[in-house]
C-alpha cells in the first residue's frame, strides 16, 4: 500500500504592507476582509473573574508554544511568572483589547459572527470488533494523499488538497458514504464502538475518549479527513420536516436517530466529511490535545480558523443566543481548529468532558462578537497568521 504522501512545490511569497492602527485586507474568494478597532478594557463587557483564571492556565500551556517566538517571548515570561490572583491583572496590564470586524455575506463590515460549542464525548467501545462494537473508529488510511501546494499559492496556506491513487491519477478521496461500503478499511480501525451517532459526532467533536471493555480509555484525536466539504446533516432534517430549524441541537438529532435506526446510514452520508483519528496520550485529569499541541482548558479553549489567527492568541468574547437562552463573557485562548471553523469571528468553545459538557455544547449557536488581546505594543497584524 502507499504511504501518506506530501508533495511541495515552492515559488516566491508576496508580502502585503496594512496601514497601523484600523487595517482592512482586500478581499478575496478564500479570505474574506477583516478589521480591528483599538480599545481599551473599560469599554468591553466585563468577565466573570474566576474565568480569567481559567484563561491564564490556557495562556501558561500555549506559551510552551508561543516563547520561541520573539513578538511573544515577554509576554509569555510574564504569564508564567503569575498565579491565579493575578491573572485578571495580567491580561488587564499586558495587552490592548482591539475588535474584530469582518465581512460578512453582504460585502459589509460587521463586529458579529458565530460561535458554537464542542466537547469530548465519551464512547464504549473494544480494541477487535464484535457485537455490540461493530462501528469503527478509523486512523488514517496508508492510500490517503496529501498534496500541500502552500508554497506556491501562499493563499492556500493551511489548505491541502486529498485524493488517492488510481493507475496513474491522483482522483478526490472517498466519500463518507465510499468509505463505509468500503470493504477493506477495518486494517485501519483504531477502535469499534456500540453506537454510529456517537461514532459520528466523534468526528464532529474532533477527539475523545473510549472505555474499553477492561474499563482503561483509549483517547483518540484529530489526525486527518477526507478532503470533502462538510456538511451539517441538522440542514438535511429541517429540509424533510423532521425538526424545525430552532429545534436542532445534537440531542434533538441524536434523538431523532433513535427514533428512525434504519435511516441513521441516510442521515449520516448527508456530510461526505469523514474524519480519521490517531491515539493520544494525556492524562485523564487534563483536556484533550487541540490543534496547538497543548492540553485544552473547558471554559478556556477555542477552536478558530487558523487562516486568521495563531494558535495560543488571546481573545474576550460575548456569546448571546435566545434558544435556549445563553449569554457570557469570557476571556478564551485559541488553541484548535475545526473543519467547520470558517471565518475571521467564528469560534467553538470548548466546555470540557463528558454528558453534562455536551449538553451544554450541544445547545450552543450563538451570536458572537470578539476582542483580540494584543501584546502592548504591538498590533493585530503583528502577531496574526501569515
Known amino acids: ?96 483589547p482591539w475588535q474584530v470586524y469582518a465581512r460578512n455575506t453582504e460585502g459589509d463590515l460587521s463586529d458579529t459572527g458565530l460561535m458554537t460549542g464542542y466537547y469530548e464525548p465519551l464512547l464504549k467501545g473494544s480494541l477487535t470488533r464484535r457485537v455490540p462494537f461493530v462501528h469503527p473508529v478509523y486512523g488514517v488510511p496508508d492510500d490517503l494523499l496529501i498534496v500541500d501546494l502552500a508554497e506556491l499559492y501562499p493563499k492556500l ?133 487541540g490543534a496547538q499541541g497543548v492540553p485544552l482548558t473547558p471554559e478556556s479553549s477555542v477552536a478558530v480558523d487558523p487562516r486568521f489567527w495563531r494558535l495560543g492568541t488571546p481573545f474576550i468574547v460575548m456569546a448571546d443566543q435566545s434558544r435556549p437562552d445563553l449569554h457570557f463573557v469570557r476571556p478564551v485562548i485559541a488553541q484548535d481548529t475545526g473543519g467547520a471553523i470558517r471565518g475571521a469571528i467564528r469560534f467553538d468553545y470548548f466546555w470540557g468532558f463528558g454528558n453534562l459538557a455536551g449538553e451544554a455544547a450541544g445547545r450552543q449557536k450563538s451570536e458572537a462578537k470578539a476582542w483580540v488581546l494584543v501584546p502592548a505594543g504591538l498590533t493585530p497584524d503583528d502577531i496574526r497568521t501569515r
Not at 13 to 18: E, G, M, S
Not at 207 to 220: A, F, K, N, P, W
Not at 267 to 274: I, K, M, R, Y
Open 157 to 289: 496556506k493551511g489548505m491541502r488538497l486529498r485524493g488517492k491513487l488510481v493507475g496513474r491519477r491522483i482522483v478526490p478521496y472517498d466519500s463518507r458514504a465510499e468509505i463505509d461500503r468500503r470493504e477493506d478499511m477495518s486494517r485501519w480501525a483504531l477502535a469499534w464502538v456500540d453506537d454510529p451517532v456517537a461514532a459520528f459526532f466523534l468526528q464532529i467533536q474532533g477527539s475523545g475518549r473510549i472505555l474499553l471493555e477492561d474499563g482503561s480509555y483509549l483517547r483518540v484525536g484529530y489526525a486527518d479527513q477526507n478532503g470533502h466539504p462538510y456538511r451539517a446533516i441538522g440542514g438535511w432534517l429541517v429540509s424533510r420536516g423532521y425538526l424545525k430549524r430552532h429545534e436542532l441541537s445534537m440531542q434533538r438529532i441524536q434523538a431523532w436517530a433513535r427514533a428512525n435506526p434504519a435511516r441513521v446510514s441516510e442521515l449520516l452520508e448527508q456530510n461526505p466529511s469523514f474524519i480519521f483519528f490517531e491515539e493520544r496520550p494525556g492524562s485523564p485529569d487534563e483536556g484533550p490535545l
Open 1 to 96: 500500500m502507499l504511504s501518506k504522501l506530501f508533495i511541495r512545490l515552492t515559488a516566491a511569497a508576496a508580502a502585503l504592507t496594512l496601514a497601523a492602527c484600523t487595517t482592512v485586507e482586500k478581499p478575496t474568494a478564500d479570505r474574506p476582509s477583516v478589521s480591528f478597532r483599538q480599545t481599551d478594557f473599560d469599554r468591553l463587557p466585563s468577565a466573570d473573574g474566576e474565568s480569567w483564571q481559567g484563561a491564564l492556565a490556557a495562556f501558561q500551556r500555549s506559551c510552551a508554544v508561543l516563547q520561541n517566538d520573539s513578538r511573544w517571548r515577554e509576554v509569555c515570561l510574564a504569564a508564567l511568572a503569575t498565579d491565579a490572583l493575578g491573572a485578571q491583572r495580567f491580561f488587564l496590564s499586558r495587552f490592548v
